[in-house]
C-alpha cells in the first residue's frame, strides 16, 4: 500500500546526495508527486515528474508492483538502487531495462562555440525564445508536447520555464526547454520534428538555451536516452559522468 505525500520534506532524507534533478525538482515543491510506504515517516518513496519515476530508500514489492505512473502509457523508472532495480525486475513484468547517459553538474561551456552553434540554421528557418505562442503550439502536437508539458498552463511555463523554438513555414519544427526545473537550474528536453532533422536545429536550439542558462546563472542540466543525445552534448560541451540503468514500462 502507498501513501501520498503531502510535503516533499518527508521524502527529504530519503533522497539527499541523489545527483536527479528532477528528484531537487519535486523537493523544491516546484513539481511532482510523492508516494511512500508511510507518509509520516516513509522509509520506501516514489517520486513522480513527468514520466519519471524515481525510487528511493528500502525496496518495497508493494511500491514496485503499483508504480504510481502506471496509469500512464509510457513510464521510466530510475531505481537508486541495485536492491531497487531487482525489485523493479522482479515485480514489474513490463519493464525493459535501458541504459541513459549523465552528464557533470559542472562543465566549462565554450561561449563563442554555443554562439555559432545557435546562429548555425539553414536558410528559412528561425530560432527565437519560447513564449507563449510557442508554448500552446508545442501542445498542440504529439512529438512536441514534452517541450512543455511538465506545465500546466502558459503563465506557469513564463514563471519557471525556459526554451527556445525553431520556426519554419509559420511552423514549429524544433525545440529545446524545460522538461523540469528547481530554483537551481532545468532539466533540458528536445525535440525535433522526423522531417527536420539532422540540420543542426536541435544543436541551435540547445546552444541557445544553454547560454540564455548560464546568462542567469541556472544550471542547465542533460541526461540522455540515447547515443545520438549523449553526442549531442558533448558536442555542446558537457562531460560525461557516468551511463546507469532505468526501466521503460509501456502500460
Known amino acids: 500500500m502507498m501513501e501520498p505525500l503531502t510535503d516533499p520534506a518527508a521524502a527529504a532524507a530519503l533522497l539527499t546526495g541523489w545527483e536527479q534533478p528532477m528528484v531537487w525538482s519535486y523537493l523544491s515543491g516546484r513539481m511532482g508527486k510523492g508516494y511512500a510506504d508511510h507518509a509520516?515517516?516513509?522509509?520506501?518513496?516514489?517520486?513522480?515528474?513527468?514520466?519519471?519515476?524515481?525510487?528511493?530508500?528500502?525496496?518495497?514489492?508493494?511500491?514496485?508492483?503499483?508504480?504510481?505512473?502506471?496509469?500512464?502509457?509510457?513510464?521510466?523508472?530510475?531505481?537508486?538502487?541495485?536492491?531497487?532495480?531487482?525489485?523493479?525486475?522482479?515485480h514489474c513484468p513490463r519493464s525493459k531495462p535501458v541504459t541513459r547517459y549523465a552528464f557533470a553538474k559542472h562543465n566549462s561551456f565554450d561561449a563563442a562555440r554555443l554562439r555559432r552553434f545557435a546562429a548555425c540554421l539553414p536558410q528559412g528557418y528561425l530560432l527565437r525564445r519560447m513564449e507563449e505562442a510557442d508554448y500552446y503550439a508545442a501542445r498542440q502536437r504529439e512529438w512536441s508536447r514534452d517541450l512543455v508539458s511538465g506545465y500546466p498552463d502558459a503563465a506557469a511555463y513564463a514563471a519557471h520555464g525556459a526554451g527556445y523554438a525553431v520556426w519554419h513555414g509559420g511552423a514549429l519544427v524544433c525545440g529545446a526547454s524545460s522538461y523540469a526545473d528547481w530554483p537551481g537550474g532545468i532539466e533540458i528536453e528536445i525535440d525535433c520534428h522526423p522531417a527536420h532533422r539532422r540540420r543542426g536545429l536541435a544543436r541551435a536550439c540547445a546552444a541557445a538555451l544553454v547560454l540564455d542558462c548560464l546568462a542567469r546563472g541556472l544550471h542547465p542540466s542533460w541526461d540522455a536516452a540515447n547515443a545520438v543525445s549523449a553526442h549531442l552534448a558533448q558536442t555542446l560541451g558537457y562531460t560525461p559522468a557516468d551511463f546507469y540503468t532505468a526501466y521503460e514500462i509501456t502500460k
Open 40 to 90: 509520516a515517516a516513509p522509509r520506501s518513496v516514489a517520486v513522480c515528474v513527468g514520466d519519471f519515476t524515481f525510487l528511493a530508500g528500502e525496496e518495497n514489492v508493494a511500491l514496485a508492483a503499483c508504480l504510481p505512473l502506471q496509469q500512464r502509457a509510457f513510464t521510466i523508472v530510475v531505481p537508486r538502487t541495485p536492491a531497487w532495480a531487482l525489485c523493479v525486475e522482479t
